[in-house]
């Protein structure tokens, strides 16, 4: 792709070019806080004969190795449903790409390793809590089998950043890290975007181009057939390829109880993959219309029940910049209107798959009603999701056989106990006076699922438990593990590193505590439950 002629670092619009040379700036004493092992096999790296100090020099931007061409990318976006115009790598360095073990090209990125052309009024650095937060929730992300960027490293810098977190008049010097993400591509919908707003029809179709040949090599054939017609059906598989992908990734989102936060187009990889953690945050309470971005809280656009219809209506953005090459509105139009139909086919299939019900009952006239009912339940007090679900795999195993009959008319409420958080005008098992009979209602139509669509109990709760995680990244916890590594004490950080790549574990003593509810102190507390774009 054509670089920026220009290689001086000052900021400035760039345009007829993808990308503009750029050095990290030196930070003053970089120190190793934590690899992903993961990553770094998969990248080729060899943990064991590395030398840290080396590696902590290397992925805070300090040393280039032979071969790295430090770089960042121009882009654009709609933010908050505004096109936003070029805004492109204003804190983020590609070093280049590695061919790793399992043959992908992975490109390594610094995310805060300094200033560059698109840094507009920006400093191009992070503070240590954005980067603990995007580290551990990329890893996360990973292991609880959602498409994401990968964290490589987190260093710490050694200098301070100075950021006024809720834009309020109070800034305050916080420690700066970088992080190294690591991605088979960093190319997002607002890469096409820019050049389609400033009407560089050459630019967007290298770019589709190049896109296409590198992530599709099935396309190949088609795309460089030289018919128009070959060409054009490559691209559209492209942009199908690109929905499905998206939808896949938010329908895993729902899944696990993620909210991004921050979907302007310029967040969304073209790979499905969940990209910049920013204020993202974790359901604990169900609650469709929550967002943790304090930014976003009047409108809620970006608010968890509302992901996949923005996605789609990013995907609508994406169309529109790719029709100046592909030309063909009614295909790209009968594309994205397929979008609604096939996720909630998908939705289906997952919610069934989080109740342990196989896909024979996706037909069942009452699957509709047990899973609006559900949602309804969900919404009626505040239980929390994750451990809600997880309760569910002992009432379900329980509760196959016709004979349980009598005992589980009254048993969902003592099953989903642990997940309910305190309500006034209670009974003692803690669902409120008013929503007995959902509970009691529910509890029946799904105990006659589970009877009706029979599995050996072995069987649902291996399902049950690979799909309903016992662990995710409550907001509060990774709250508690900054506080205390700003502190210098990193005990909390290595605990939840470890516990996030098994999320679907069990948790032992004495790890029991990280699988119960959000503390009542945590509702509502800056970090826990409000975090803002400022990082
Ligand atoms: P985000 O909301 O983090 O996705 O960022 C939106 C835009 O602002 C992107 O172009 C970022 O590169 C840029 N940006 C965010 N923070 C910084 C920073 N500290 N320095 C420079 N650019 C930044
Ligand atoms: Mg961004």
């Given at each position: 792709m054509p670089a920026d002629p220009v290689t001086d670092n000052y900021c400035r619009p760039v345009s007829g070019a993808l990308y503009s040379r750029v050095q990290p700036t030196p930070v003053a004493d970089p120190k190793l806080l934590a690899l992903s092992n993961d990553v770094a096999e998969r990248v080729g790296l060899n943990t064991r004969t590395c030398d840290q100090t080396q590696l902590a020099s290397v992925f805070s931007g300090n040393e280039l190795l032979p071969g790295m061409d430090p770089h960042a990318t121009v882009y654009g976006g709609h933010q908050f449903g505004h096109w936003a115009g070029q805004l492109g790598d204003g804190r983020a360095i590609n070093l280049g790409d590695v061919l790793g073990a399992d043959d992908i090209a992975w490109t390594l990125q610094l995310k805060g390793a300094g200033a560059t052309p698109y840094s507009r009024q920006a400093d191009g650095r992070a503070v240590l809590r954005s980067s603990v937060r995007e580290f551990l929730c990329s890893e996360a992300m990973h292991h609880l089998g959602v498409p994401t960027t990968r964290a490589l490293s987190l260093v710490l810098t050694g200098d301070t950043v100075v950021r006024d977190m809720f834009y309020d008049g109070n800034p305050r010097a916080e420690p700066g890290a970088v992080v190294c993400r690591a991605s088979p591509s960093f190319i997002r919908f607002g890469h096409f975007e820019l050049p389609a707003a400033r009407g560089d029809v050459a630019l967007l179709e290298n770019l589709l181009d190049f896109v296409i040949t590198t992530d599709r090599p099935d396309l190949h054939g088609r795309l460089s057939s030289g018919d128009a017609t070959d060409r054009r059906s490559a691209c559209l598989d492209w942009f199908a390829g690109v929905c499905d992908s998206t939808q896949f990734m938010v329908l895993q989102w729902m899944r696990v109880g993620f909210v991004h936060g921050v979907m302007n187009t310029d967040n969304m990889s073209v790979l499905g993959l969940t990209i910049d953690y920013g204020p993202y945050g974790w359901i604990d309470?169900?609650?469709?219309?929550?967002?943790?971005?304090t930014t976003d809280s009047e409108q809620r656009r970006y608010r968890f029940g509302q992901q996949a219809a923005v996605a789609r209506w990013n995907l609508f953005q994406l169309a529109n910049a790719l029709y100046p090459v592909i030309q063909d509105a009614e295909a790209l139009q009968s594309i994205l209107n397929s979008l609604p139909g096939k996720y909630e086919v998908a939705r289906r299939k997952m919610q069934a798959s989080k109740l342990g019900l196989p896909d024979e009952a996706l037909g069942d006239p009452a699957f509709t009603e047990l899973l609006d009912d559900l949602e309804h339940l969900l919404v009626c007090q505040p239980i929390d999701m994750t451990i809600f679900y997880r309760c569910l795999i002992d009432f379900a195993c329980e509760h196959d056989a016709p004979a349980a009959n009598e005992r589980s008319q009254a048993s969902l409420s003592d099953a989903i106990a642990p997940a309910l958080y305190p309500v006034e005008a209670s009974d003692p098992d803690g669902i409120a006076v008013a929503n007995r009979s959902i509970f009691k209602q529910w509890g029946r139509s799904y105990r006659q699922f589970l009877q009706r669509y029979p599995l050996n109990a072995m069987t649902r709760r291996k399902n049950m438990s690979a799909v309903n995680p016992a662990f995710v990244l409550r907001n509060y916890l990774v709250q508690q593990a900054i506080d205390t590594l700003e502190q210098g004490d990193s005990t909390e950080f290595e605990t939840l590193f470890r516990l996030i790549q098994q999320p679907y574990e069990c948790l032992a003593e004495p790890d029991r505590r990280f699988a119960t509810r959000r503390p009542a102190w945590a509702s509502n507390r800056a970090g826990c439950s409000m975090l803002s774009c400022s990082s």
């Open positions: 309470d169900y609650n469709p219309d929550w967002t943790p971005n």
